[in-house]
């Protein structure tokens, strides 16, 4: 089993669409969450942290559920240019290892 | 002014060379790291190093050996290249402890022949 799983995918959703992802990761000892964007051939680039509470960054909502060790992110109002493949990003306590989930392929069309 | 810059962007190589990927960072972090993407897109941690001391390695083929002059630059030297390196390498930075997100390179290319 890999140490971050996320939905597979692709998500196909019209412009204007929310679309939601989920993420659940195994070690209970994970410090860090973090969901990042990858463009065709471009490297990831980090999207928003996420933390306990909950946060929002525009259009942006992110979600952590320690006791279940999940972690979501919502897209509202989804917009063409949000079509890329987003990553959900686990560091394990300690700091210096962070593990990549295989990523969700995110189409968004007009 | 690039923050994490590698190079090359492309390599071409056949089976059996050894070849570097070279990568600098100017952000002061003190952190660096590799990672391989293969064809499946999965994004696999090779090495870490903090201040120029290896601190992960991931059982990686002893035919990779990353190299860190200091803690701005962080090198990976490949012996006997097989098909089966042909992935983009990753380098990466970060401040410090993994609470802090990572900054990525636009990674090299490379394609064994």
């Known amino acids: 089993r890999k140490e971050v799983e996320q939905d597979p995918g692709p998500f196909n959703v019209p412009e204007g669409a929310t679309v939601a992802f989920n993420c659940t990761y195994s070690?209970?000892?994970?410090?860090?969450f973090f969901w990042y964007r990858q463009d065709c051939r471009k490297e990831p680039k980090l999207l928003m942290s996420v933390y306990s509470s909950g946060n929002e960054d525009g259009r942006f909502t992110a979600q952590l559920n320690r006791a279940s060790q999940y972690i979501s992110l919502l897209i509202r109002d989804s917009k063409l240019s949000d079509s890329a493949t987003y990553l959900c990003v686990v560091t394990r306590a300690g700091g210096f290892k962070t593990i990549f989930g295989a990523g969700t392929r995110l189409f968004v069309k007009a | 002014d690039t923050a994490v810059s590698q190079t090359p962007k492309y390599l071409v190589t056949q089976m059996g060379n050894d070849k570097s990927i070279k990568c600098e960072q100017n952000?002061?972090?003190?952190?660096m790291y590799w990672y391989k993407q293969d064809s499946k897109k999965f994004l696999k941690i090779m090495f870490s190093?903090?201040?120029?001391?290896?601190?992960i390695n991931e059982t990686v083929p002893n035919r990779f050996s990353p190299k860190s002059p200091d803690k701005a630059h962080l090198n990976l030297h490949i012996n006997s290249l097989e098909l089966g390196d042909s992935a983009v390498y990753f380098c990466?930075?970060?401040?410090?402890?993994?609470?802090?997100?990572?900054?990525f390179g636009n990674g090299t290319r490379l394609t064994v022949t």
């Open positions: 070690n209970s000892a994970s410090q860090s």
């Open positions: 190093y903090n201040n120029k001391e290896l601190i």
């Open positions: 952000l002061g972090h003190d952190t």
């Open positions: 990466a930075s970060s401040p410090g402890q993994g609470n802090s997100p990572l900054h």
